[in-house]
Structure formats: structure tokens, C-alpha cells
């Protein structure tokens, strides 16, 4: 049973362009939404995060958007850079929760 | 920024042995996560420690797993006796509070041959 769904498993963009990766959930106790990315040979690492009161939230290029009626969020990375290329991870958790769950991954793949 | 070590990277050992994976969290951070991770495929959770205890596992997380941080050493995963299918990346996380920013280590690739 998959809690946390992303789409599209791969993604490839030109370098300038906008990427957009999307995700939903099941669990409606959810309430706590972070973005990881992750570079081959590493950990995943925090990108942002979105807390289920918000439905928006920016950092620099990056924003995320949260539908709480849908169970859906959106990443958003405008102007894309090859530097951006990685897999990005979907993730959730709830309060007093013990654990962050993630999705399957979207595999980045900017083009210069 | 903070960092999470991992050691050994890459451990190969055949089937029916014991390994034991080690993670140096980050220093003044309370939990404590172990992770799996497949062909670079989803993060799939297996356990949290926390004041010495296991807060909460998943059904990943066998009987034959068992993890530890004694007297605030490494915090392990030991898996004893190990089975084909834990070939796996493992990846050890810290937070300071729970389900806040996880930092992971690069992770150990464990080959069970």
C-alpha cells in the first residue's frame, strides 16, 4: 500500500525551463509535507517543506503547493539548472509521528 | 552544514553472516532513523530510536534487525543472520526533534552475496 504517490517517475526539462513534480497522499492525519532531494552517491537532503495550515511556500526558485481538499502537492523549480538534475522525494509525516514516509522519487533530468 | 557518517561505505558479506552498520549522528540531535533504499527506488523506513529505545518500526524491520547506541557511541543496525534480499542501501538519519529536518549519511551499500 503506497501512502505517499509521485508523479512522473522521470522527468527531463530543458535548462531554463519550468519543473513541476507532483504528489498525493491517503492518509488524511497528515500534516507535515517535506521535499528531499537527492544526488546519486548521497543522502537525501531537506529541499522545503510545507505544513498542512499553509497551502504555499517559497524558497528562491523552489515553491511547493499544498491541497488539502485533493490531497495533493505540487514542487515547483522555475528556471531550472542542470545542477537541479537528481531524484526528488515526496515525503510525509504527522504530528508525534516517528517517522518521515516517503514516495517513490521523481528522477530530474535537466538538459543544458 | 551538519553531517552524518556512515561507515563502512560498502560492505559485502555472504548470506547467514552477521554485519554490523554504524552511523555517527549529529552531535546535539535526539532521534535517530534507519532507512532502505533499493536501486536508488523509494526511502522505505525501518526503524526510530530515541532515549534509547525504539520508538517505532515497520514491518522492514525484521527479527533479525536489532539496533543500539551505546553510551552514545555509534548508533548501529546489526543484522544477524543476514538474508539475500537486505542488499540494499542503508541510510541512517539523525533530527533533533522528531520528524524535524532528518539528516542522512550518504548511506552504506550492503551486498549479501
Known amino acids: 500500500q503506497q501512502q505517499v504517490r509521485q508523479s512522473p517517475q522521470s522527468l527531463t526539462v530543458w535548462e531554463g525551463g519550468t519543473t513541476v513534480l507532483t504528489c498525493s497522499y491517503e492518509?488524511?492525519?497528515?500534516?507535515?509535507f517535506p521535499w528531499y532531494q537527492q544526488f546519486p552517491g548521497e543522502g537525501p537532503a531537506l529541499l522545503i517543506s510545507?505544513?498542512?495550515?499553509?497551502d504555499k511556500k517559497e524558497d528562491g526558485r523552489f515553491t511547493t503547493f499544498f491541497n488539502k481538499r485533493e490531497k495533493k502537492l505540487s514542487l515547483h523549480i522555475i528556471d531550472s539548472q542542470p545542477g537541479d538534475s537528481a531524484t526528488y522525494f515526496c515525503?510525509?509525516?504527522?504530528?508525534?509521528?516517528?517517522?518521515?514516509?516517503f514516495g517513490k522519487g521523481t528522477h530530474l533530468h535537466v538538459l543544458p | 552544514g551538519p553531517k552524518v557518517l556512515q561507515i563502512p561505505s560498502h560492505q559485502i558479506i555472504d548470506m547467514g553472516q552477521m554485519v554490523t552498520l554504524n552511523c555517527d549522528p549529529v552531535?546535539?540531535?535526539?532521534?535517530f532513523y534507519w532507512y532502505k533504499q533499493i536501486l536508488g527506488q523509494q526511502m522505505e523506513f525501518l526503524v526510530n530510536?530515541?532515549?534509547?529505545?525504539?520508538?517505532?518500526k515497520s514491518k522492514l524491520f525484521k527479527d533479525q534487525f536489532s539496533v543500539e547506541r551505546p553510551d552514545g557511541s555509534y548508533f548501529t543496525l546489526k543484522i544477524q543472520p543476514t538474508a539475500l534480499e537486505d542488499s540494499a542501501v542503508y541510510f541512517c538519519?539523525?533530527?533533533?526533534?522528531?520528524?524535524?529536518?532528518?539528516?542522512f549519511g550518504h548511506g552504506t551499500k550492503l551486498s549479501v552475496l
Open positions: 530510536f530515541y532515549n534509547g529505545k525504539v520508538m517505532e
Open positions: 538519519a539523525s533530527s533533533h526533534r522528531d520528524r524535524e529536518r532528518l539528516f
Open positions: 515525503a510525509a509525516s504527522y504530528t508525534n509521528a516517528y517517522k518521515v514516509i
Open positions: 552531535s546535539n540531535h535526539l532521534y
Open positions: 510545507i505544513l498542512s495550515v499553509s
Open positions: 492518509d488524511s492525519t497528515f500534516n507535515y
